[in-house]
């Protein structure tokens, strides 16, 4: 996925209200952008961080710059929510997911399950797959990725749905896009949300898949790195 404009370069002065956040730019120049994560943003908002920033072209937008990642001094950390679905998308497209080759048909946002819309679903004839994608972006000490950084009613409903599929007899996966590269393993964070890990494993033992792929985040682009284990044993 590459950024169709140059990024504005600056750094973080604040998050807050959740969806706003205060950027410095490199001219000294301050503006605030509309930050489209929702989560707490643990080890991904700290204030004095190089951040780099889109600038909408569209005269109506109220904020004309969204925040899209931010460097901790390891590497960059893509913080835009609604990157992993384009990125997924394409990396099926492009035959960079293995594990969900196979199909020539490629639906975004379709409705299923309660009034809900799947991420992607593919398709090969009767044959489909449900795909839900999440970003993580939590990094905890021992060097595993955790999602999610804030209780998710909404994730465990996700489940559930992707339950049902495979119920009916459809494949379903769980794929986890991780915007950063300095992770070494996937796991569920048991210590944030107890309920969307309990609920994860169960999906597992109810046949729903799970993937985890990294991805290298730079100002230029965004590309699909690789796939890290997942490890769905509490730690805490």
Known sequence: MKFEHPLRRGRLVRRYQRFLADIELDDGSQVTAHCTNSGRMTTCCQPGWPVCLSKSHNPKRKLMYTWEMIHNGTCWIGIN??????LAAEAVAAGQIPELGGYPLIEREKRYGQNSRIDLLLRDGQRRCYVEVKNVTLLEPDGSVRFPDAVTERG????????????QGHRAVMLYIIQRTDGTC?????????????????????GVELLAYS???TP????LAAPIPIL???VI
């Open 81 to 86: 929510t609604t990157v992993p679905n384009r």
């Open 156 to 167: 465990r409903k996700h489940l559930h749905e992707l339950m049902d599929m495979v119920r």
């Open 186 to 206: 996937f796991r569920p964070a048991w210590e944030v949300d107890p309920a969307y890990a309990e609920t994860l494993v169960e999906a597992v033992a109810a």
């Open 215 to 217: 991805a290298a985040v």
């Open 220 to 223: 230029e682009r965004i590309e």
């Open 232 to 234: 769905l044993d509490r």
